[in-house]
Protein backbone atom coordinates (compact mmCIF):
# COMPACT_ATOMS: atom_id res chain seq x y z
CA UNK A 1 0.00 0.00 0.00
CA UNK A 2 1.49 3.12 -1.14
CA UNK A 3 -0.15 6.10 0.50
CA UNK A 4 1.86 8.50 -0.95
CA UNK A 5 0.32 11.82 -2.34
CA UNK A 6 1.16 13.12 -5.59
CA UNK A 7 2.96 16.00 -5.30
CA UNK A 8 3.00 17.24 -9.05
CA UNK A 9 -0.88 18.55 -8.57
CA UNK A 10 0.80 21.61 -5.91
CA UNK A 11 0.54 25.08 -6.76
CA UNK A 12 3.11 27.68 -6.15
CA UNK A 13 2.66 30.81 -4.30
CA UNK A 14 2.62 33.89 -5.70
CA UNK A 15 1.55 36.73 -3.74
CA UNK A 16 -0.94 37.19 -0.60
CA UNK A 17 -3.94 40.44 0.27
CA UNK A 18 -5.16 41.09 4.10
CA UNK A 19 -8.76 41.38 3.56
CA UNK A 20 -9.94 40.99 7.33
CA UNK A 21 -8.67 40.42 11.12
CA UNK A 22 -11.03 39.61 12.91
CA UNK A 23 -12.10 38.05 16.53
CA UNK A 24 -12.32 34.49 15.35
CA UNK A 25 -10.75 34.24 11.65
CA UNK A 26 -8.88 36.43 9.34
CA UNK A 27 -9.11 36.44 5.29
CA UNK A 28 -6.75 37.13 2.92
CA UNK A 29 -7.14 36.15 -0.91
CA UNK A 30 -3.80 34.51 -2.69
CA UNK A 31 -2.48 34.30 -6.05
CA UNK A 32 -1.28 30.95 -6.90
CA UNK A 33 0.08 29.73 -10.52
CA UNK A 34 -1.35 26.43 -11.13
CA UNK A 35 0.33 23.07 -12.26
CA UNK A 36 -0.28 24.17 -16.03
CA UNK A 37 1.08 27.82 -15.45
CA UNK A 38 -1.84 29.76 -15.31
CA UNK A 39 -3.01 32.04 -12.30
CA UNK A 40 -5.64 32.04 -9.94
CA UNK A 41 -6.82 33.42 -6.85
CA UNK A 42 -7.70 31.57 -3.31
CA UNK A 43 -10.02 33.24 -0.98
CA UNK A 44 -8.36 31.59 2.66
CA UNK A 45 -10.60 32.05 5.91
CA UNK A 46 -7.91 31.11 8.95
CA UNK A 47 -8.99 30.08 11.86
CA UNK A 48 -6.95 29.22 14.90
CA UNK A 49 -7.73 25.41 15.05
CA UNK A 50 -9.46 23.49 17.67
CA UNK A 51 -10.38 20.88 19.76
CA UNK A 52 -13.19 18.52 20.11
CA UNK A 53 -13.64 15.43 22.22
CA UNK A 54 -15.99 12.42 22.48
CA UNK A 55 -16.25 11.81 26.14
CA UNK A 56 -17.32 8.16 27.15
CA UNK A 57 -18.50 7.03 30.41
CA UNK A 58 -18.00 4.07 32.09
CA UNK A 59 -21.44 2.24 31.16
CA UNK A 60 -20.10 3.43 27.09
CA UNK A 61 -22.50 6.24 27.01
CA UNK A 62 -21.44 9.15 25.18
CA UNK A 63 -21.73 13.07 26.57
CA UNK A 64 -23.09 15.52 23.99
CA UNK A 65 -23.42 19.29 24.01
CA UNK A 66 -26.34 21.10 22.74
CA UNK A 67 -25.69 25.00 21.92
CA UNK A 68 -26.74 27.13 19.62
CA UNK A 69 -24.83 28.03 16.55
CA UNK A 70 -26.10 31.32 14.67
CA UNK A 71 -23.56 30.77 11.61
CA UNK A 72 -26.36 27.99 10.84
CA UNK A 73 -29.11 29.39 12.71
CA UNK A 74 -29.85 26.32 14.93
CA UNK A 75 -29.58 24.68 17.91
CA UNK A 76 -26.80 21.85 17.34
CA UNK A 77 -26.03 18.82 18.94
CA UNK A 78 -22.37 18.27 18.71
CA UNK A 79 -19.09 16.67 20.79
CA UNK A 80 -17.37 19.30 23.28
CA UNK A 81 -15.31 21.42 21.79
CA UNK A 82 -13.31 24.66 21.30
CA UNK A 83 -11.33 27.51 19.63
CA UNK A 84 -7.34 26.89 20.41
CA UNK A 85 -5.97 30.10 21.72
CA UNK A 86 -2.76 31.33 20.53
CA UNK A 87 0.10 29.27 21.23
CA UNK A 88 -1.67 26.46 23.35
CA UNK A 89 -1.37 22.94 23.59
CA UNK A 90 -4.00 21.01 21.78
CA UNK A 91 -3.94 18.31 24.60
CA UNK A 92 -4.56 21.04 27.28
CA UNK A 93 -7.26 22.60 25.68
CA UNK A 94 -8.74 19.43 25.22
CA UNK A 95 -8.67 18.74 28.67
CA UNK A 96 -9.73 22.28 29.79
CA UNK A 97 -12.66 22.69 27.33
CA UNK A 98 -13.92 18.99 28.01
CA UNK A 99 -14.39 20.27 31.92
CA UNK A 100 -15.43 23.30 31.41
CA UNK A 101 -18.37 22.26 28.99
CA UNK A 102 -19.32 19.09 30.52
CA UNK A 103 -18.66 19.32 33.86
CA UNK A 104 -15.93 15.85 33.82
CA UNK A 105 -12.24 15.69 34.01
CA UNK A 106 -10.68 13.25 31.69
CA UNK A 107 -8.38 10.44 33.64
CA UNK A 108 -7.38 9.54 30.06
CA UNK A 109 -7.27 11.27 26.96
CA UNK A 110 -6.07 10.15 23.40
CA UNK A 111 -5.94 12.40 20.60
CA UNK A 112 -7.05 9.75 17.24
CA UNK A 113 -6.72 12.46 14.78
CA UNK A 114 -6.76 16.17 13.48
CA UNK A 115 -8.82 16.38 10.55
CA UNK A 116 -9.35 19.40 8.29
CA UNK A 117 -12.86 20.99 8.12
CA UNK A 118 -12.94 22.56 5.00
CA UNK A 119 -9.74 22.28 3.09
CA UNK A 120 -11.04 24.32 0.36
CA UNK A 121 -11.34 27.58 1.87
CA UNK A 122 -10.50 27.55 5.50
CA UNK A 123 -7.10 25.82 7.15
CA UNK A 124 -8.90 24.82 10.55
CA UNK A 125 -8.15 21.65 11.72
CA UNK A 126 -10.11 19.99 14.74
CA UNK A 127 -7.94 17.94 17.06
CA UNK A 128 -10.37 15.00 17.86
CA UNK A 129 -9.86 13.01 21.27
CA UNK A 130 -11.05 10.34 23.03
CA UNK A 131 -11.44 10.69 27.15
CA UNK A 132 -12.45 8.05 29.48
CA UNK A 133 -11.60 7.36 32.66
CA UNK A 134 -13.99 10.51 33.27
CA UNK A 135 -14.43 11.70 37.19
CA UNK A 136 -17.08 14.46 37.94
CA UNK A 137 -16.42 17.72 39.16
CA UNK A 138 -17.87 21.31 37.88
CA UNK A 139 -18.99 22.78 35.15
CA UNK A 140 -17.56 26.08 34.29
CA UNK A 141 -18.54 27.54 30.88
CA UNK A 142 -16.77 30.68 29.63
CA UNK A 143 -19.58 33.72 30.71
CA UNK A 144 -21.51 33.94 27.41
CA UNK A 145 -21.49 30.37 26.39
CA UNK A 146 -25.14 28.96 26.95
CA UNK A 147 -25.28 25.06 26.99
CA UNK A 148 -26.76 21.99 27.57
CA UNK A 149 -25.52 18.48 28.52
CA UNK A 150 -27.01 15.41 27.46
CA UNK A 151 -26.09 11.37 27.57
CA UNK A 152 -26.66 9.10 24.87
CA UNK A 153 -25.83 5.72 24.30
CA UNK A 154 -23.59 5.22 20.91
CA UNK A 155 -26.89 3.36 19.47
CA UNK A 156 -28.41 5.99 19.82
CA UNK A 157 -26.16 8.66 18.34
CA UNK A 158 -25.93 6.41 15.75
CA UNK A 159 -30.05 6.80 15.36
CA UNK A 160 -29.76 10.28 15.68
CA UNK A 161 -26.87 10.74 12.91
CA UNK A 162 -29.04 8.73 10.90
CA UNK A 163 -32.35 10.60 11.10
CA UNK A 164 -30.02 14.70 10.87
CA UNK A 165 -31.05 14.84 14.33
CA UNK A 166 -26.82 15.15 14.78
CA UNK A 167 -25.52 16.77 11.34
CA UNK A 168 -21.95 17.92 12.65
CA UNK A 169 -18.93 16.66 10.71
CA UNK A 170 -16.83 16.57 13.55
CA UNK A 171 -19.28 14.66 15.73
CA UNK A 172 -19.59 12.36 12.61
CA UNK A 173 -15.76 11.93 12.87
CA UNK A 174 -15.84 11.49 16.39
CA UNK A 175 -18.06 8.48 16.09
CA UNK A 176 -16.21 7.25 13.16
CA UNK A 177 -12.92 7.27 15.58
CA UNK A 178 -14.45 5.83 18.79
CA UNK A 179 -15.51 2.50 16.40
CA UNK A 180 -12.23 2.08 15.16
CA UNK A 181 -10.73 1.72 18.70
CA UNK B 1 -35.99 9.09 23.16
CA UNK B 2 -36.24 12.66 23.48
CA UNK B 3 -34.26 14.18 20.20
CA UNK B 4 -35.44 17.60 20.56
CA UNK B 5 -32.97 20.70 21.30
CA UNK B 6 -33.55 23.08 23.57
CA UNK B 7 -34.76 26.35 21.90
CA UNK B 8 -34.46 28.39 25.14
CA UNK B 9 -30.15 28.41 24.17
CA UNK B 10 -31.48 30.48 21.37
CA UNK B 11 -29.54 33.79 20.01
CA UNK B 12 -31.64 36.66 18.65
CA UNK B 13 -30.57 38.47 15.81
CA UNK B 14 -29.91 42.28 16.18
CA UNK B 15 -28.00 43.40 13.34
CA UNK B 16 -25.53 42.65 10.70
CA UNK B 17 -22.50 44.22 8.47
CA UNK B 18 -21.22 42.79 5.47
CA UNK B 19 -17.43 42.64 5.30
CA UNK B 20 -16.76 41.04 2.29
CA UNK B 21 -18.38 39.24 -1.01
CA UNK B 22 -16.16 37.07 -2.89
CA UNK B 23 -15.24 34.25 -5.22
CA UNK B 24 -16.16 31.37 -3.62
CA UNK B 25 -17.20 32.89 0.35
CA UNK B 26 -18.65 36.09 2.11
CA UNK B 27 -17.89 37.78 5.13
CA UNK B 28 -20.10 39.42 7.54
CA UNK B 29 -20.26 40.43 11.12
CA UNK B 30 -23.72 40.26 12.89
CA UNK B 31 -24.48 41.58 16.71
CA UNK B 32 -26.46 39.11 18.62
CA UNK B 33 -28.12 39.00 22.16
CA UNK B 34 -27.17 36.37 24.45
CA UNK B 35 -30.07 34.12 25.96
CA UNK B 36 -28.51 36.23 29.61
CA UNK B 37 -29.79 39.67 27.61
CA UNK B 38 -25.92 40.56 26.62
CA UNK B 39 -24.92 41.13 23.10
CA UNK B 40 -22.05 39.66 21.04
CA UNK B 41 -20.25 39.58 17.87
CA UNK B 42 -20.41 36.95 15.44
CA UNK B 43 -18.36 36.47 12.49
CA UNK B 44 -20.22 34.30 10.23
CA UNK B 45 -18.22 33.27 6.12
CA UNK B 46 -21.08 32.61 4.17
CA UNK B 47 -20.21 29.16 2.21
CA UNK B 48 -23.04 28.17 -1.23
CA UNK B 49 -22.60 24.71 0.10
CA UNK B 50 -21.28 21.63 -1.49
CA UNK B 51 -21.34 18.09 -1.82
CA UNK B 52 -19.58 15.01 -1.63
CA UNK B 53 -19.78 11.33 -2.50
CA UNK B 54 -18.41 8.22 -1.07
CA UNK B 55 -18.26 6.06 -5.09
CA UNK B 56 -18.45 2.38 -4.26
CA UNK B 57 -17.14 -0.17 -6.69
CA UNK B 58 -18.55 -3.28 -7.33
CA UNK B 59 -16.00 -5.02 -5.23
CA UNK B 60 -16.43 -2.97 -2.25
CA UNK B 61 -13.74 -0.50 -3.64
CA UNK B 62 -14.31 3.31 -3.37
CA UNK B 63 -12.28 5.80 -5.22
CA UNK B 64 -10.61 8.80 -3.82
CA UNK B 65 -9.29 12.04 -5.23
CA UNK B 66 -5.96 13.55 -4.19
CA UNK B 67 -6.04 17.33 -4.86
CA UNK B 68 -3.89 19.97 -3.55
CA UNK B 69 -5.36 22.37 -0.91
CA UNK B 70 -4.04 25.62 -1.25
CA UNK B 71 -5.84 26.96 2.09
CA UNK B 72 -3.66 23.82 4.28
CA UNK B 73 -0.51 23.77 1.74
CA UNK B 74 -1.14 20.13 1.56
CA UNK B 75 -2.12 17.60 -0.94
CA UNK B 76 -5.16 15.91 0.53
CA UNK B 77 -6.64 12.16 -0.07
CA UNK B 78 -10.67 12.74 0.01
CA UNK B 79 -13.85 11.62 -1.49
CA UNK B 80 -14.58 13.46 -4.82
CA UNK B 81 -16.60 16.55 -3.70
CA UNK B 82 -17.44 20.52 -5.17
CA UNK B 83 -19.22 23.27 -4.41
CA UNK B 84 -22.48 23.92 -5.34
CA UNK B 85 -23.63 26.69 -7.71
CA UNK B 86 -26.29 29.01 -6.92
CA UNK B 87 -30.07 27.12 -6.76
CA UNK B 88 -28.60 23.98 -8.19
CA UNK B 89 -29.87 20.65 -7.19
CA UNK B 90 -27.43 18.60 -4.40
CA UNK B 91 -28.29 15.57 -6.00
CA UNK B 92 -27.45 16.89 -9.75
CA UNK B 93 -24.53 18.46 -8.29
CA UNK B 94 -23.38 14.75 -6.91
CA UNK B 95 -23.81 13.35 -9.57
CA UNK B 96 -22.13 16.01 -12.16
CA UNK B 97 -18.93 16.06 -9.81
CA UNK B 98 -18.72 12.47 -9.42
CA UNK B 99 -18.42 12.07 -13.61
CA UNK B 100 -16.39 14.66 -13.99
CA UNK B 101 -13.83 14.05 -11.10
CA UNK B 102 -13.57 10.42 -11.06
CA UNK B 103 -15.00 9.30 -15.07
CA UNK B 104 -17.75 7.15 -13.27
CA UNK B 105 -21.40 7.58 -13.30
CA UNK B 106 -23.72 6.55 -10.48
CA UNK B 107 -26.17 4.23 -11.05
CA UNK B 108 -27.49 4.63 -7.86
CA UNK B 109 -27.15 7.61 -5.67
CA UNK B 110 -28.26 7.95 -2.60
CA UNK B 111 -28.22 10.85 -0.26
CA UNK B 112 -27.16 9.63 3.74
CA UNK B 113 -26.84 13.39 5.16
CA UNK B 114 -26.32 16.77 5.31
CA UNK B 115 -23.72 18.37 8.02
CA UNK B 116 -22.40 21.23 8.93
CA UNK B 117 -18.59 21.80 8.89
CA UNK B 118 -17.92 24.11 10.94
CA UNK B 119 -20.56 25.47 12.50
CA UNK B 120 -19.10 27.93 15.07
CA UNK B 121 -18.27 30.74 12.08
CA UNK B 122 -19.54 29.54 8.71
CA UNK B 123 -23.11 28.38 6.80
CA UNK B 124 -21.44 25.49 4.68
CA UNK B 125 -23.48 22.45 4.50
CA UNK B 126 -22.11 19.16 2.80
CA UNK B 127 -24.58 16.85 1.60
CA UNK B 128 -22.65 13.47 1.70
CA UNK B 129 -24.00 11.11 -0.49
CA UNK B 130 -23.09 7.23 -1.09
CA UNK B 131 -22.60 6.21 -5.15
CA UNK B 132 -22.89 2.58 -6.40
CA UNK B 133 -23.89 0.80 -9.59
CA UNK B 134 -21.15 2.85 -11.29
CA UNK B 135 -20.71 2.71 -14.94
CA UNK B 136 -17.15 4.06 -16.33
CA UNK B 137 -17.69 6.75 -18.55
CA UNK B 138 -14.76 9.66 -18.65
CA UNK B 139 -13.31 11.78 -16.48
CA UNK B 140 -13.78 15.73 -17.35
CA UNK B 141 -12.35 17.94 -14.57
CA UNK B 142 -12.59 21.84 -14.87
CA UNK B 143 -9.93 22.99 -16.90
CA UNK B 144 -8.12 24.40 -13.59
CA UNK B 145 -9.02 21.23 -11.74
CA UNK B 146 -5.75 19.03 -11.04
CA UNK B 147 -6.76 15.82 -9.87
CA UNK B 148 -5.43 12.12 -9.15
CA UNK B 149 -7.71 9.15 -9.15
CA UNK B 150 -6.99 6.11 -6.59
CA UNK B 151 -8.94 3.39 -5.76
CA UNK B 152 -8.43 1.88 -2.14
CA UNK B 153 -10.38 -0.66 0.34
CA UNK B 154 -12.99 0.06 3.00
CA UNK B 155 -9.45 -1.58 5.47
CA UNK B 156 -7.10 0.43 3.60
CA UNK B 157 -8.86 3.91 4.23
CA UNK B 158 -9.45 2.70 7.74
CA UNK B 159 -5.59 1.93 8.11
CA UNK B 160 -4.91 5.75 6.36
CA UNK B 161 -7.27 7.65 8.57
CA UNK B 162 -5.21 6.17 11.66
CA UNK B 163 -1.83 7.11 10.24
CA UNK B 164 -3.13 10.81 9.19
CA UNK B 165 -3.08 10.05 5.92
CA UNK B 166 -6.69 10.89 5.13
CA UNK B 167 -7.20 13.79 7.53
CA UNK B 168 -9.94 15.42 6.32
CA UNK B 169 -13.61 15.16 8.04
CA UNK B 170 -15.66 15.46 5.33
CA UNK B 171 -14.77 11.61 4.21
CA UNK B 172 -13.92 10.46 7.48
CA UNK B 173 -17.84 11.47 8.08
CA UNK B 174 -18.34 9.75 4.73
CA UNK B 175 -16.78 6.87 5.62
CA UNK B 176 -18.91 6.64 9.03
CA UNK B 177 -22.08 7.02 6.88
CA UNK B 178 -20.87 4.07 4.42
CA UNK B 179 -19.97 1.40 7.41
CA UNK B 180 -23.50 2.64 8.56
CA UNK B 181 -26.00 1.09 5.83
Request: glycine share 8%; net charge negative.
Amino acid sequence: MDETVDETLREVFVSSERLYEGKMVNLRRDIVLLPNGKQATREIVEHPGAVAVVPVLPDGSILMVCQFRHPVGLVLREIPAGKLSPGEDPDECARRELEEETGYRAGRLERKASVFTGPGFTDEVIHIYIADDLVKTKMNPDEDEFLAIERWTPQQIRQMIREGHICDAKTISGMYLLQDQ
